[in-house]
């Protein structure tokens, strides 16, 4: 009796490493997301701060220059705080295309085990089918050789 092999055995293996790469991939860029998150977080609060401070020295007074350098602190925190913005949404649109190949690569998986399930299934039918033609064949014989006797 031959030996059940799957005809698309590496399509599968590929698919199967495909499909651990990507979910590698999007565990990455989660970790890059929680990042960028933190870091916007603390942006935010940075400017917060800055702020509340900004309030308190404009009720004590600010010299012309000092009210300049508030004005430049303030649009630095805002351009970076809108950078990394930007880097957020990147990596967020990063993760949907990941998220998008990696529901490909478990679906084609997913097929692929589909026909390898079938094909094992026609394989136990021939070697059942087999097995009952030489149990027939035995048999048979069994019953001519006492027809003879």
């Keep these: 009796m031959k030996k059940f092999v799957f005809t698309l055995q590496s399509v ?7 499909e651990k790469q990507r979910m590698g991939e999007l565990t990455e860029c989660n970790a890059r997301i929680r990042k960028s998150e933190a870091i916007l977080e603390e942006c ?13 020295d404009l009720q004590q007074g600010l010299t012309p220059f000092r009210l300049q ?7 630095a925190i805002r ?14 649109g990063e993760r949907v295309r990941i998220q998008k ?5 478990m679906q084609e998986r997913k097929m692929l085990e589909i026909l390898r399930e079938k094909q094992w299934e026609e394989y136990r ?6 097995n009952d033609a030489v ?3 035995f048999v048979g014989h069994r019953i001519f050789e006492n027809e003879q006797a």
């Design 12 to 18: 599968l293996n590929v698919k199967r490493a495909q």
């Design 44 to 56: 935010l609060a940075h400017e917060r701060a800055q702020n509340a401070q900004y309030l308190k």
């Design 69 to 75: 350098c508030w004005g430049w602190a303030h649009r």
């Design 79 to 92: 351009e970076r705080i809108d950078y990394r913005r930007k880097v957020l949404e990147q990596a967020e």
């Design 101 to 105: 190949a990696l529901v490909t690569a």
């Design 125 to 130: 039918a021939e070697e059942r089918k087999e």
């Design 135 to 137: 149990i027939a064949e």
